[in-house]
């Protein structure tokens, strides 16, 4: 929930609660009579946020929208909310509409790209995200994105080139050490990887993702007692992490632990399952049935 609104996404809101005009870019802003209640239900609506009631913050964010249309910062919060619901094409109008209202609201052309990635849609997003650069050079979750493009479409030197400057900007943001150690790993730099996970660690000790790249390091590295220590640890932090399971189950299939092997698989199989990630099932299914054949044997 914290990587969508973030440091950017919370400013402006609080920007439109104290000074208006100072969040939505106009100097003589209008004033309607349902105004400052609008500004009660936008300020309701992020404390539903910061408490992890998203359904409840959407109902106060579409409320201050009806009371004052023009509040733009409430549009934009509104598009942060259904982006974290996955409601991906809601969440583009709700950007959408806040850039209607103010064309230089860097940070929704940074959540519009945001969308847009999420959805698989580079080429559009990388429309967006030069915009939100062209307006705020240094929004760092601007230069995030446009990593998660070039790794999106197989262009890892410029993703680390991108990730590298949000760093500049936003430097204890764990996400972009995390981005940019899997960018490594598309090039095989397995110590910079290395590096990149353990900043990701650093910053947020529980990074669950960041502990199965570090594994993912270990392993190729052709040191399996550490990887798996690294996979049970993303597994600790995260018990829905089907590729961690999947992970352990082949170090433990390859060093012959065949029991332990068919445990972590068949649970990775259940999970990948209900996550719907078809083939992925059928792998963890397939290497499980050749665990029990073995220990059979």
């Known amino acids: 929930m914290k990587g969508r609104w973030g440091v950017a ?7 439109a609660i104290t000074n208006p005009q100072s969040a939505q870019g106009q100097s003589l802003p209008v004033l309607t009579p349902t105004t400052p209640k609008a500004i009660e239900s936008l300020n309701r ?11 409840r ?9 009806r009371l004052d249309k023009t509040l733009a910062p409430a549009h934009y919060n509104l598009g942060l909310a259904l982006r974290e619901k996955g409601q991906l094409q809601a969440a583009a109008d709700a950007f959408h509409r806040a850039l209607s209202i103010n064309p230089k609201l860097a940070v929704a052309y940074a ?49 680390i080139e991108h990730f590298r400057n949000a760093q500049k900007y936003r430097s204890q943001a764990p996400e972009i050490s995390y981005q940019m150690g899997l960018a490594y790993l598309q090039q095989n730099q397995l ?49 829905e992490l089907a590729s961690a399971y999947y992970a352990a189950g082949v170090v433990f299939f390859e060093g012959k632990q065949f029991s332990q092997a068919v445990a972590m698989l068949q649970k990775a199989q259940k999970l990948y399952a209900e996550q719907g990630q078809v083939l992925w099932a059928v792998y ?4 499980s049935q050749r665990a029990i054949s073995r220990n059979q044997d």
């Open 9 to 15: 996404g919370l400013l402006i809101a609080v920007l």
């Open 45 to 55: 609506g992020l404390e539903e946020v910061r408490v992890g009631n998203i359904d």
């Open 57 to 65: 913050a959407i109902a106060l964010f579409e409320e201050a929208i």
């Open 111 to 159: 959540n519009l790209g945001a969308a847009l990635i999420e959805g698989n849609n580079f080429e559009q997003a990388q429309v967006y995200l030069d915009r939100a650069i062209d307006l705020s050079p240094q929004l760092g979750i601007t230069h995030y994105n446009l990593g998660l493009v070039a790794l999106g479409q197989d262009k890892p030197e410029r993703a």
């Open 191 to 239: 110590e910079q990887a290395k590096t990149a996970f353990e900043s990701a660690i650093g910053l947020r000790p529980r990074y669950s993702q960041a502990h199965y790249g570090l594994g993912q390091v270990w392993f190729q590295q052709n040191q399996p007692e550490v990887a798996l220590e690294a996979f049970q640890q993303a597994i600790a932090f995260n018990s």
């Open 284 to 287: 963890a299914k397939q290497l």
